[in-house]
């Protein structure tokens, strides 16, 4: 095996598709060195949102190192939980390469 | 007598019954629906085509008409939102952060609400003043800025005020309209004839599919109606007329012929749901979007290019004409 | 030789070698591929227009002359779907399920035969009657109800027969056929004209990029060719034939004119793939939807657009001509 | 940690377009409290579907509590699979507030 | 409980749209018994690609074996990893009568 | 002066201005963006125009008329990458495989560049021969095939020259291209009649709504301006100049008219950014996109439309008029 493989955690949002610049930015500042972003719906306990107009939401995954998995937890539970449509989780990966993302 | 039959006329156009099949579809749950993309170019389409039209009518227009329009137009979007802003805070007894957001909407201007208007106009052979498109442009913003400006006197405020700025200066409507009232007032009739088939003969089909798929979102909007209460039921239709008498009587103090004096009470008198939502979605995150979009898109939108704009056409030539 | 000059003028048209080209592309492994989105958007625009157009025909047509062919299209629907299964079912030895599944399809229309059926007739200066349309709305609906029935009578069904038929009644291809057709008849000619450039002049051109991509899915068909059989691949063009011998010989105690006849046999003869499919798949899960797909999309529609249509106009033109 | 960390499944379905209204609606009734919905094709061991005409496949991902999630296999298991193209996956995330969503 | 649930491995790669076709040849040649594919974008470590103009990122899915795993991991990072925009990584997932993916 | 009147009027056409805007609201980080189904989907409908258009117009011209412009267009396909390469590699001392893959770009053609090359001669009264857009056919593939070659005279190369070869032969915008011109060539004027309203008058709006998106994607590849070097920039607009110098020199051997000339060295002096960068990420995955991707994209064609066509019409006019 020439590769390395790194267990690392990914973490996922979903939100309302307004808010992916804001968040991005930020998310890149607590240290993720990547990202990948699909289109999405849902449903969730909050119903309307304004980006429904606009289109649909965002889902944001980011493989990242347990450090920076907990500063975006803490971020997003404090900036965005109380008024946005957003859910955040955390996962466990193996990524091939790993330490690239770190 | 004559005005059922204008009402008729507007009822019965392609475009509003488009709006009606978009409603009903949605109610019997059809799969029906336009895809998000062709619904997001459609609207490209749209705005960019008014400009464009607006422009090069501007290019034609001497200054001296056009400046007296375009003052009253821009009072307007000042002085609209305080109104609505009192209304929902003193009769509605609405807390400070949903009223300002919902004056916001009031305030500045829907761009489909503008064309239905026009449309009606020339159909029944009272067409506006060319120069329309570029009042349009004039409303949309200073509303939402004065809406937020007053929301954000009280402190500690959750959104970002500059965000919130950015996202409506750069928002896809302004700079689609502006843009293609620069480019129109640039290229002229002349330069404008290329392009004329597209962005001319199709509009009218085009915004047939587009009312369509409003349809479907406003029905969407509908089942929330009960949710916000019948306050803000009245006042989707009532400040409309509100906002459309006024401007009808100022209107005449300007040179505005009796179309272009209704075109502009249908635009004072819509409400934005492409500029404004977002954003206010993003300065005044507390502020409940059920309000303020079942309000625009639930009932303001569907009464003014229904009724609406044949009463601001009736009330014009009877001020006015 | 007459006839083949009409067959030439079919197969040459850019509609026929657009879908010609959508083949090749798939064949050669290409990356083109309408965006889903934009066949999504293209199949949305066909249907209203033909829809509209049709409406405002209709509001130009008396009663008595459209009830005959309405009639008849009626019967056709009820008939050809009980025809095709029982082919299926005695001659093709194939099982209940399978058969009903297919005699659905065969049973109901494909608009775009439909169109293409039109355009031809157009093009060599035999234009049908203007309330065509009306007659594809009356045709899609009932075979599928037919066909269903006829395997709902077996008991312990999978499928939901309550869900399909909302899915065909709510059916995108309902709805805008019908509302199209409403639509159309309220507005007439005049509420038409300035959606005409769009929805008229822009037709056969859209015409063209959706028969591309309809190439290119049905290439994707052909590979399950062999899988389907040639008890298949011969009912698929044979039944066709047999439908449309059928309409044209019952239209001649209708008021329809030869080109009328020749397009109902067009209809009549086509296989659904768009309303069908989701009904079918939905109360008859266990059907085997290579079969049904195949057939409609692989092996009847390419026969019908180039040897079909060309074969109902001479045969019409012969039997009641 | 102001916020709360709860261990949920992530319960992921991949199927046909045509049966998401169907589906969604049973999910709920089987105590999903929300969902995320995200467009998608593929390739599996049956061939040919309607919706492939209809557009492309649909993927539902639930954040859900153990129990939710066996019934909600249990469900799809028995329903759907017979019949439709579908694939059903669980995982474990650990989900910011995910109170919410039990 | 009449249905199976497996314990699969879930290979996610996220890559530039125009290698997608041959990717998945050799996907399926190494053992893939399916995918499921989504549309993406995503920023990562190296910036542009020529894919950009071509529309968007692709995201695979594929729930297969452990072994599986180990050889398409190994593929991907010898062949593509070098020159291409590329992120791979794995996790554990329970799969509903996962025996059908081996 | 008379020039200068002409590049104003390039300047201020719609299309060339709505590239500008695209090119503002990228800069203001507006979030106007075409959908990419759109955008994907407008790509497709300007491709097949052009070919359809080529074609019709090549089924009335004589082999004896075509012939020549034809052999010239090949002949400059073959020899435009080895110059880019041979510039690229003593010049600029850049590494071989980047040498060839840019060289595939600028040996290539943009057929954006030829739509506005043409919009522009018709606009000042300039058309040129009808048969332009088969010679864009003829320049898309041969230069992307000699570049790579050159690359791959070298061993142990990582990037599969089969599958890149496939990739161009088979891309959307070669059976886009050769597809429609055949189509045109089959249905001559005739049989294009019915889809001239979707294809021909609907154009040069199409077009607007593109050249909005690509100057919204150009403005992204301006801010890799400082990353790939003073030397590429100068390339980038040196190098286009060059080829079409040559162009114009070399066609007045041949039979093409003034117009002809100066649109067929626009076209061989634009670099390709949809067939060459997908053939060359996969034949030269090693070779680093930004550098072929903002030479063509970022530099040479925005100097093309704005600078380079009406500078290329006046040496035409100077050269050979
Ligand atoms: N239980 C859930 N499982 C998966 N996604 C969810 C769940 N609840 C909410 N979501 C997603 O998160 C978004 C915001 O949810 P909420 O903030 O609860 O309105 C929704 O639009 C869904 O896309
Ligand atoms: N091994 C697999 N890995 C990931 N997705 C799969 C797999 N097999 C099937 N799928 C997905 O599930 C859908 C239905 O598969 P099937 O029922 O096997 O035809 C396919 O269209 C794929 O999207
Ligand atoms: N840390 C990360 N987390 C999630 N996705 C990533 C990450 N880094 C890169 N990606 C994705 O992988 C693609 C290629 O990344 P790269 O090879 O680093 O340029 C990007 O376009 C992203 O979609
Ligand atoms: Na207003
Ligand atoms: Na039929
Ligand atoms: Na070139």
Redesign the interface.
Known sequence: ???S?VP?K?V?I?T?R?LE??LLRTLVELGA?????????????R???????????T?IEM?VSEDVAQAI??H???TF????AV????????????E??I | MENLDVLAANLLSPVILAFVLGVIAALVRSDLKLPPALYNGLSIYLLLAIGLKGGVELSKTPVSVFIGPALLTLFLGLITPVIAYNILRRLGRMDRVNSAAIAAHYGSVSAVTFIVAITFGTMTGRAPEGFMPALVAILEVPAIVVALMIAFMRDGRAGSWKDALHEVLSGRSVILLVGGLVIGALVGPEGFEPVEPFFYSGFQGALVLFLLEMGIVAAGRLRDLKEVGFFLVAFGILVPILHGVLTIWLAQFTSLSVPGAAVLAAMVSSASYIAAPAAVRIALPEANPTFYLTGALGITFPFNVTLGIPLYYAMAEWLIG
């Not at chain 1, 955040?88 to 091939?96: F, N, R, S």
């Open positions: 095996m020439h590769h493989i690392l990914l996922t979903v309302e307004i610049d804001r060195k990547g990202y990948t972003l699909t289109q999405a719906t849902g449903k969730g306990s119903g309307v949102r304004a980006s429904e107009w606009e289109g649909p939401d889902k493989l937890l803490d997003v539970a404090e939980f109380e008024h946005y859910i955040v989780y955390v996962q466990d990966a193996a990524v091939v390469r790993g690239k993302y």
